[in-house]
């Protein structure tokens, strides 16, 4: 996840004198990687990225947090300054009413306030300016506020209007099948079912929980009481939700990662200040704070060894101290162990070697030296399927085809056209495209379907493919085969058992299966590939070249309509063992011109030698294959 990040938002959490290029430079070698740096004006932007199991660092002040004991690493001084979690919760109270009713499996922290007096009008310049400043459009004060809580914290919040909650009653669920909602952006949702839902007293669903909140209790112009609404949900029903409807927003992508529950009630302090001081509005209700099961800090070891193992440095008590305790963790380090006792906003933290992450990261990668290892190095045997199909494509590059990639999976309708038997290929679930239903059991649907999105390009097309196919098994996993497909516009027969024979010969195999679908549109070989390097052989068996010249021949037979070539000339060349060679010259019409080689390795061959053998070639064609010599 990328977020940006200005200078100035920073620097209200951070206190140092580093610039903008060290803060760059020392943050993306030990910590969130700093993409890039632009101005906007006077402000410099830093454009962060955070790996998916940092949520503590998704925010600005999670940024600070790292920098403050990363600077320090480099000389730097560093200290974090308001820090949201010494803030102490107010003590509110009214006499407006919320009826709440929560399921702690799926809602492990709920919090919530009534704001009565409220005006929605625009923001200060300097909250939109933050706001958009972080890639986020300014509202009105209200949504705004909610926005800069999870922009600063990483805390997503939520905003209700409270006189559209009927019967001021909100009860927090499990969606049922088929229900539908309205979210704020005016898309209305099938739910799969099992979402986390929040409905009011009359049975309305008004929030799609950590995803958007519906239409029906938006903040309006006109509002003048307000629900502050912050909470954490169970990261597996968000994720899920948010993919099923794949409606993707910046609170799930948090909410989904497991934030922080001891984070809620801090950024709710501070969200009950920005609401007083930019809204006008005051508390009218108690604070709603439903929180089950508080999160207990827990302890993980590592032995030290592994830690100088790993690391391949040792390091002293004193700086394992200093690493861990700047990342927030409490320590203690023996010669045996370091014990950290993981803070909440660190739950990442949950066996040894994350220690020693956290360790190495910021003793830098960089000063850990280099040293090759004590052992030979593995033996690593290579996979021969990968080479002979690098080998296969690589000749058919070289003889003039094109290689196309198409997707594992085919629509419906090419299926239909394939096999009207359905049931022997694998039906997709859940398809994301009607283009992408069935796992294709050839290669042919998707080879014929490239070649009449090319023809508009170029009318001669010779492509191939080379990947997988998917043969069914009842129940059972598909078989993964290796499948080579060729193809040509028009009927290219005789090119297509020329290229089966020079595949078949460079594998060294004989009598492999291979089918060659043709027509006067276009020509598919199809050959597993399997099978073929099943049966390769690569060894190749030297034999001298002859002492005695060859002598060649011409035939040119008149063929019947339609008859294979190939077949043809293997007959012909196991005739006799005189016969060295029979390759086809010429085509014209239905003439076939074969150019016939003759050679002995005993002698050189007289015409009292060939002429048997040239009576025996035109009586097997014309006996075999009804060719007749031309005159």
Known sequence: MNILVPDSWLREYLKTKATPKQLKEYLSLCGPSIERIHTEGKETIYDVEVTSNRPDSMSIFGIAREAAAILPRFGIAAKLKNDPYLLKAPRVLGNKKLSITTDFSLNPRWTSVVIDNVTVENSPVWLKKKLEQTGIRALNNVIDITNYLMRSYGQPAHAFDYDEIKGQTMILRAAKKGETITTLDGKTHILPGGDIVIEDGSGRLIDLCGIMGAR????????????????????????KTSMELAHRTEAATLFEKDIDSELVLPAMTRGIE????????????KLYDLYQHPFKPYTVCVKRQKADDYIGNYLSDKEIKDILISLGFATQVSAEAISVTVPSFRRDITIDVDIIEELARIYGYHNIVPTLPDTAPPMTTPDKSLSW???LKIRLRDWGYTETYTYSMISENLMDQFSPDKTKAYKITNPLSSEWVYMRPSLVPSIEEALKQNLSFKKDLKLFELSMVYEYRSRDLPLEKSQLIVAWTGNQYVQASGLRDAIFGLFGATNQPAQILFSSVRTILVIDVDGLIQNA???KHYQPPPKYPPVYEDFTFVMPPRTAIGPMMEALKSVSLLIADVSLLDTYEDTRTLHVTYQSREKNLTDEDIRPVHEKLIKTASDMFSANIKA
């Not at 029906?216 to 994720?239: C, E, G, M, W």
């Not at 920005?274 to 209700?285: C, D, F, I, P």
Request: aromatic share 4%; hydrophobic share 35%; no cysteine.
């Open 216 to 239: 029906n209790s938006s903040i309006q112009a006109s509002t003048k009481t307000v629900v502050l609404f912050l909470q954490t949900y169970d990261p597996a029903h968000i994720r």
């Open 274 to 285: 920005l609401m007083k001081e930019l809204t006008g509005g005051k508390v009218a209700s």
């Open 537 to 539: 052989k690569p060894t």
């Open 389 to 391: 199909e690098e080998e």
